[in-house]
Nanobody, 123 residues
Framework: QVQLVESGGGLVQAGGSLRLSCAAS????????MGWFRQAPGKEREFVAT????????AYADSVKGRFTISRDNAKNTVYLQMNSLKPEDTAVYYC????????????????WGQGTQVTVSS
């Protein structure tokens, strides 16, 4: 069974930083891409960032480009999302995902999901 567990969420003031972690366990050999998505109350789940597990190639949503950095530690089966210069608009539940998506920014194209971790940015 594949399991993704997010951690590192919390409350931070605007302009602050936070680092999220996603630890993967189980059979993940079929998933070559990891992603971060977020969902605010009443909003659709949106793409944040993705990384190729093996090559390290990354892509970001325009809304977070230059502020967020996705990285991974292959030995630990862990993906990170470093979030800097946080804004109130970043407030959401952040989800880790894994899969082999046709479209890396589509939440419908990932096979495995974590339970999410809350990030709240106050003004």
């Amino acid at each position: 069974q594949v399991q993704l567990v997010e951690s590192g969420g919390g409350l931070v003031q605007a302009g602050g930083s936070l680092r999220l972690s996603c630890a993967a366990s189980g059979r993940t050999f079929s998933a070559y891409r990891m992603g971060w998505f977020r969902q605010a109350p009443g909003k659709e789940r949106e793409f944040v960032a993705t990384i190729n597990w093996y090559s390290g190639n990354t892509a970001y949503a325009d809304s977070v480009k230059g502020r967020f950095t996705i990285s991974r530690d292959n030995a630990k089966n862990t993906v990170y999302l470093q979030m800097n210069s946080l804004k109130p608009e970043d407030t959401a539940v952040y989800y880790c995902a894994a899969g082999s998506p046709r479209n890396y920014d589509s939440n419908l194209d990932y096979d495995y999901w974590g339970q999410g971790t809350q990030v709240t940015v106050s003004s």
